[in-house]
C-alpha cells in the first residue's frame, strides 16, 4: 500500500509567519505596556494556571493512547484482548504510568507487570507460563515503541 504525503510546506511557512508576526505584536505591546500588557493576553492573570500548568499536555498525551487502543494496529488489538477488563482510558492512564520509569528495561517491565494485572485476580494469582511470560515481554517491548512514537507526536 503506497501512503500518499501531501506537501504542505506553504501552509507550514504561513503558519510560521502568523506566528512570527504575533510574537512581534507581544513583544510591541510588553514594551508599550509593561507588565500591564499580561492582561491583555491572557484571560485570568491570578488565577491557578501556574499550578495547572502542563495538564493539558497529559491529557493530550492519554487521549492519543486512547486513540491509538481504539485503532486496529496489532499492538492495540493485543493489549486490548489481554486487558479486556478495563476501560481504555484506565489503561492508557497506567500506561502513562509506566513512561515515567527512567531506563528501558524499567519501562518494558512495568509495562509487562501491566499486561499481568488481567491474569491476577483479586489476591489469587494464577501462575504465568514461560511462553505466556515471553509472549508478554515482547507485547510490553512492542508497546514501548508504539508509545514512544506517540510521545513524539504529542
Given at each position: 500500500?503506497?501512503?500518499?504525503?501531501?506537501?504542505?510546506?506553504?501552509?507550514?511557512?504561513?503558519?510560521?509567519?502568523?506566528?512570527?508576526?504575533?510574537?512581534?505584536?507581544?513583544?510591541?505591546?510588553?514594551?508599550?505596556?509593561?507588565?500591564?500588557?499580561?492582561?491583555?493576553?491572557?484571560?485570568?492573570?491570578?488565577?491557578?494556571?501556574?499550578?495547572?500548568?502542563?495538564?493539558?499536555?497529559?491529557?493530550t498525551?492519554?487521549?492519543?493512547?486512547?486513540?491509538?487502543?481504539?485503532?486496529?494496529?496489532?499492538?492495540?488489538?493485543?493489549?486490548?484482548?489481554?486487558?479486556?477488563?478495563?476501560?481504555?482510558?484506565?489503561?492508557?492512564?497506567?500506561?502513562e504510568?509506566?513512561?515515567?520509569f527512567?531506563?528501558?528495561?524499567?519501562?518494558?517491565?512495568?509495562?509487562?507487570?501491566?499486561?499481568?494485572?488481567?491474569?491476577?485476580?483479586?489476591?489469587?494469582?494464577?501462575?504465568?507460563?514461560?511462553?505466556?511470560?515471553?509472549?508478554?515481554?515482547?507485547?510490553?517491548?512492542?508497546?514501548?515503541?508504539?508509545?514512544?512514537?506517540?510521545?513524539?507526536?504529542?
Amino acid at each position: 500500500m503506497i501512503r500518499e504525503v501531501k506537501n504542505d510546506r506553504p501552509s507550514k511557512f504561513e503558519e510560521f509567519l502568523r506566528h512570527l508576526e504575533e510574537a512581534r505584536k507581544l513583544q510591541d505591546d510588553i514594551l508599550k505596556y509593561g507588565l500591564t500588557a499580561a492582561d491583555l493576553y491572557c484571560e485570568d492573570v491570578d488565577g491557578d494556571w501556574l499550578e495547572t500548568w502542563g495538564d493539558d499536555e497529559e491529557n493530550t498525551f492519554v487521549e492519543s493512547v486512547v486513540n491509538f487502543l481504539e485503532s486496529n494496529d496489532s499492538v492495540a488489538v493485543k493489549v486490548r484482548k489481554q486487558l479486556k477488563d478495563k476501560s481504555l482510558q484506565e489503561i492508557a492512564t497506567e500506561l502513562e504510568n509506566c513512561l515515567s520509569f527512567g531506563e528501558e528495561e524499567e519501562r518494558i517491565f512495568a509495562l509487562k507487570n501491566v499486561l499481568v494485572g488481567s491474569v491476577t485476580s483479586g489476591s489469587i494469582y494464577r501462575d504465568v507460563s514461560d511462553d505466556d511470560e515471553i509472549d508478554l515481554l515482547d507485547l510490553a517491548e512492542e508497546l514501548l515503541e508504539k508509545l514512544t512514537e506517540i510521545c513524539g507526536e504529542s
